[in-house]
Structure formats: structure tokens, C-alpha cells
Antibody
Framework: EVQLVESGGGLVQPGGSLRLSCAAS????????MHWVRQAPGKGLVWVSL????????TYADSVKGRFTISRDNAKNTLDLQMNSLTAEDTAVYYC???????????????WGQGTLVAVSS | QSALTQPPSVSGSPGQSVTISCTGT?????????VSWYQQPPGTAPKLIIY???NRPSGVPDRFSGSKSGNTASLTISGLQAEDEADYYC??????????FGGGTKLTVL
């Protein structure tokens, strides 16, 4: 069974940093591209970042470019998101998510974690 | 990065059909067959119901169908059931290896 379990969320002050992690199991993690997607309370889904299967290629939404860094450790089956210079607009549930296609990206997401809440407030 | 445009809400009675539109631009929906649709009941994670415009993952009922014409993709749900009540989101590949979501549509089953 595919499982994605996020951790690392919490309350952080504006300008602060936070590192999210996602533990993956139930599939060959090193074969899949992975995404981070966020959802502010009561709002819609917003794509944040994508990393390819070996970690050599990353892309970001304009709203987080230069502040967030996605990375992965295929030996540990983990996906991370380092978030710096946080603002109130970054407050959201952050989902770790698996791309539908193995070996490449379909830019579709077939498995989602349950999400971890990041709240940016003083 | 502007979101794809979806109607905020749609509604229908059990047994009827509803269609949700998703309008993009020449840099996303029009140019790539990488449109997906997701269903998100309240308080849960999204579920993939359509990928690559028209394809259904295993286990998704054939009541759900997708299509695309020009800048606009559409999701049609036929034989509406109470359990279909949820938020629906479209997404599309956008140039430069990025992904863009729609603003979401709330489906109410009357």
C-alpha cells in the first residue's frame, strides 16, 4: 500500500524557516517524480514544487522560487521541503504527493499524503 | 502564475449530468494534453479522477469523463450521485515544467 506521511509542520514567525519531510513507503520511491502542493485554509490547491526521480531536476512556483528548496533521499525514501523567509501567505496545509507516472512525469498526482499544517504568524 | 479558471460552484439533482469547465491559456491547456481532474470531499486529501485529459485511473467509475477543446478542458459527471458532492479541481502542465491548478468548483447534489 502506498503511504506518504508528512511531518515538520507547525507555528513559525514571519521571516522564519521550517523544514517539512515526507516518508514514503509501499512503492519504489526512486522511480517516481514527487510534488509538494499546498492548500490555505478554505482555499484551493496550489502547486509548490516538483523534483525528478534522481533529484537532479527541480522546478518551483514563482511564489516560492528562491525561498523554498525541494530535495529527496532515495536511500531513505524521504522527500523534503526547506522553507525560508516565510510569510503569512505561506500558511497552508502542505501535501507530499506522488506523480502518476514512473520514470518520468505525467504532471498528474495519484497519491497524496494527509498533509501537515504550516502556520506563519507572530 | 494565474490559476486556471473554474466556476466557483455547480449543482445538479441525482441522476442528472453536470459539466465543470477549466479555462487556461496557450501556455497550458491548449498546448498540452496534461490536464487532470481531482475530487476532494471535505476534510480529505484530493483524489485523481482523470489524467491526460480523458483517462481514468483504475477504480474510477466511467460516470466521470474528461474532454478538451482549445483553451478549455471539461469534466462531465453523469448519473450524479450524492457521494459525488465534493470540490473538484483541474490542473495542467504549464511550460517550463510547472503545474498549475484551477481555483476549484464546489459540486452540490440537490
Amino acid at each position: 500500500e502506498v503511504q506518504l506521511v508528512e511531518s515538520g509542520g507547525g507555528l513559525v514567525q514571519p521571516g522564519g524557516s521550517l523544514r517539512l519531510s515526507c516518508a514514503a513507503s509501499g512503492f519504489t520511491f526512486s522511480s517516481y517524480w514527487m510534488h509538494w502542493v499546498r492548500q490555505a485554509p478554505g482555499k484551493g490547491l496550489v502547486w509548490v514544487s516538483l523534483i525528478n526521480n534522481d533529484g537532479s531536476r527541480t522546478t518551483y512556483a514563482d511564489s516560492v522560487k528562491g525561498r523554498f528548496t525541494i530535495s529527496r533521499d532515495n536511500a531513505k525514501n524521504t522527500l523534503d521541503l526547506q522553507m525560508n523567509s516565510l510569510t503569512a501567505e505561506d500558511t497552508a496545509v502542505y501535501y507530499c504527493a506522488r506523480d502518476y507516472c514512473a520514470g518520468g512525469s505525467c504532471y498528474s498526482i495519484d497519491y497524496w499524503g494527509q498533509g501537515t499544517l504550516v502556520a506563519v504568524s507572530s | 502564475q494565474s490559476a486556471l479558471t473554474q466556476p466557483p460552484s455547480v449543482s445538479g439533482s441525482p441522476g442528472q449530468s453536470v459539466t465543470i469547465s477549466c479555462t487556461g491559456t496557450s501556455t497550458d491547456v491548449r498546448s498540452y494534453n496534461r490536464v487532470s481532474w481531482y475530487q476532494q470531499p471535505p476534510g480529505t486529501a484530493p483524489k485523481l479522477i482523470i489524467y491526460e485529459v480523458t483517462n481514468r485511473p483504475s477504480g474510477v467509475p466511467d460516470r466521470f469523463s474528461g474532454s478538451k477543446s482549445g483553451n478549455t478542458a471539461s469534466l462531465t459527471i453523469s448519473g450524479l450521485q450524492a457521494e459525488d458532492e465534493a470540490d473538484y479541481y483541474c490542473s495542467s502542465y504549464r511550460s517550463s515544467s510547472t503545474l498549475i491548478f484551477g481555483g476549484g468548483t464546489k459540486l452540490t447534489v440537490l
